[in-house]
């Protein structure tokens, strides 16, 4: 992510920390406007138009949160970016801010992909093994891949813990090439 969008994150993030919002409602207010914008193709073309005067997209912010309930914090954020010329950008933005809201509420999202369908006490032994590794509690999404062949692979951040006999085949594979 750029550099850009992190420091509106960590910005909008720190405003809701110091004036002690909710910091999953308001990540659910602003994803629900960047839904609401990406689902209009009309909508989205006068969000990202540069012809559009930041004045008329300001009357679009206050149409659009009077609509869904936005709260004032995720309002002003939004004009921020609008007055920063940063409309374009808002699906990036939105991501960066539900990474520093995860990062601020000790969560950290974990891939797993697993050669065959995990149980539910086998998804919750290997969540509990990634939160022990990691120091946070864990928010999983899973998949499947039948080329690994047995066991799993665990993205955590930029961090890969390779488990699948298919990586254990290529190390081998790998030291019998360099040997």
Known sequence: MSAAFSRYARAFTDVLLEKQVDLTRALAE????????????????????????AVEKQKLLGALASKGGTSQYVQNFLAVLIDHGRT??????VASVEAEVASRLGMADAEIVSARALSDDEKRSLEQQVAQLSGKQ???RYSLDASLLGGAVVKLGSTVYDGSVKGRLEKIRASLGAA
Do not use: Y
């Open 138 to 140: 864990v928010r999983a």
């Open 30 to 53: 602003l994803q629900s406007v960047a839904a609401s914008v990406a689902s209009s193709p009309e909508l989205q073309k006068v969000w990202t138009s540069p012809a559009i005067s």
């Open 88 to 93: 374009m950008d808002l699906g990036h933005i």
